[in-house]
Nanobody, 112 residues
């Protein structure tokens, strides 16, 4: 299984970014998929997830600002991040709830 996250970059506070995750070796329709992030010096934390039925859940820190979605035919998972804050700065990863080997992640930096 390979999980390739992309779409990160530098954004200003209040700005937006859209992350993409290309999944191969398994099908997302059979997995609860999620986005995770790890800030420097901190443990990896869950940000958002989407169930097999398509129900999203969010961490309190991002609720109302981030939106997780998926493209089942394309085997892709997305994270739309709006109203970004400096504390959102981290490396973002996608994975299943029962995790596969972690991919490289994509860096998100929020700074003015």
């Amino acid at each position: 299984v390979q999980l390739q996250a992309s779409g990160g970059g530098l954004a200003q506070p209040g700005g937006s970014l859209r992350l993409s995750c290309a999944v191969s070796g398994t099908t997302i329709r059979e997995n609860i998929m999620g986005w995770y992030r790890q800030a420097p010096g901190k443990q990896r934390e869950a940000v958002a997830s989407i169930t097999i039925a398509g129900t999203p859940t969010y961490a309190g820190a991002v609720k109302g600002r981030f939106t997780i979605s998926r493209d089942i035919p394309g085997n892709m998972v997305y994270l739309q991040m709006d109203n970004l804050k400096p504390e959102d700065t981290a490396v973002y990863y996608c994975n299943a709830l029962v995790p596969y080997p972690w991919g490289q992640g994509t860096q998100v930096t929020v700074s003015s």
